[in-house]
């Protein structure tokens, strides 16, 4: 590890906020992904009916 990379326990305390606000920008983003591919499916298609994929689920079970 570099030593610029190495940062004091102080400095991690004082951008903590920083930190958090990124962990989140990164989590929605992900969401929005999601999303956008689930939306990409359902124009396409490409989905099960809910009634369909519990009924499967129950055969699977039993």
């Known amino acids: 590890?570099?030593?610029?990379?190495?940062?004091?326990?102080?400095?991690?305390?004082?951008?903590a906020a920083e930190f958090v606000r990124e962990d989140m920008q990164q989590q929605t983003l992900?969401?929005?992904k999601i999303l956008a591919l689930g939306r990409k499916e359902m124009e396409a298609g490409e989905v099960i009916a809910a009634k369909d994929v519990f009924?499967?689920?129950?055969?699977?079970?039993?």
Not at 1 to 15: D, F, G, R
Request: hydrophobic share 55%; aromatic share 4%.
């Open 1 to 15: 590890m570099k030593p610029a990379q190495i940062k004091p326990v102080s400095y991690l305390a004082n951008h």
């Open 30 to 32: 992900a969401l929005l």
């Open 55 to 62: 009924a499967e689920l129950k055969q699977m079970a039993a």
